[in-house]
């Protein structure tokens, strides 16, 4: 398996700053951020699948545009996996005609550009033979975190997630971890503000970290633009015996 990380950060503002989205292979997606936008009409009509943490808009902003872009070029509609309050919330708010058009229902219910599958925590798709597994995640909206799993080694993405030990609890059973893909969204000074909205600060994130018992290669995703130094070097100064690391856009993990 090959994950690129197409956009890992919490804003937007630059080349380099591109909200959450990565590929798997070249088949999936793993969250639908504004970093989509920057692939190629062909590696946009290849996209079978996304798979969704949640459903805010840095998540899912690229969708509506990618459905549209590419769906009559394909013989197949692109699946959307997401746990049903996900899937609700982007057919009433978005692909609901006022904001989108629904393109689960076009260019007609028999035949549309996009379906919807349902997901639990806990679920396993298999896709050939690449094993995908939601994950428990605590945030303001219903979510998932992600398990990737090739057979020989594993990547865990926890999505969006403040203090979480039903992660832990699942992470800790995975004996080919190798990866670990984990949010920072706000300073310390903010610590209040990322409890609030159920993100990390450094602090935190130390206190996360503490409970994984794996060996993992470690990476910070979703950290907020204004705020990278002074974020990473807290995370340095509170978490610096775990070794993470800032991921980047276009970094590729092969496992």
């Not at 057919?91 to 629904?102: E, G």
């Not at 992660?167 to 949010?183: F, G, M, Q, R």
Request: aromatic content about 8%.
């Amino acid at each position: 398996m090959k994950l690129r990380i197409l956009g890992c950060s919490g804003g937007i503002g630059g080349r380099h700053l591109r909200t959450t989205s990565m590929l798997l292979d070249n088949d999936i997606l793993i969250d639908a951020g504004t970093g989509v936008a920057d692939l190629s009409l062909t590696e946009l009509s290849l996209i079978d699948h996304i798979f969704l943490t949640h459903s805010h808009l840095d998540h899912v902003a690229s969708i509506p545009f990618m459905v549209d872009t590419v769906g009559g070029m394909r013989d197949q509609p692109v699946t959307l996996w997401a746990v049903p309050a996900t899937l609700e919330i982007l057919r009433s708010h978005i692909f609901n005609w006022s904001i989108w058009p629904d393109f689960a229902q076009i260019p007609s219910p028999e035949k549309p550009f996009l379906r919807y599958r349902e997901i639990q925590v806990g679920d396993t798709v298999e896709l050939k033979k690449r094993k995908l597994t939601a994950l428990p995640a605590n945030h303001v909206v219903p979510a998932v975190g992600y398990h990737l799993d090739s057979g020989r080694e594993s990547l865990v993405f926890t999505g969006d997630t403040t203090t979480n030990d039903p992660l832990w609890a699942v992470v800790n059973k995975i004996s080919n971890l190798k990866y670990l893909i984990i949010e920072t969204a706000f300073c310390n000074r903010e610590r209040e503000l990322a409890v609030i909205s159920k993100h990390l600060c450094p602090s935190m994130l130390a206190e996360e970290l503490a409970k994984l018992e794996r060996s993992a290669e470690i990476y910070i995703t979703h950290l907020k633009p204004g705020e990278i130094e002074l974020t990473m070097q807290e995370i340095e100064e509170d978490a610096g015996q775990y070794r993470p690391r800032m991921l980047q856009n276009n970094q590729v993990f092969e496992f």
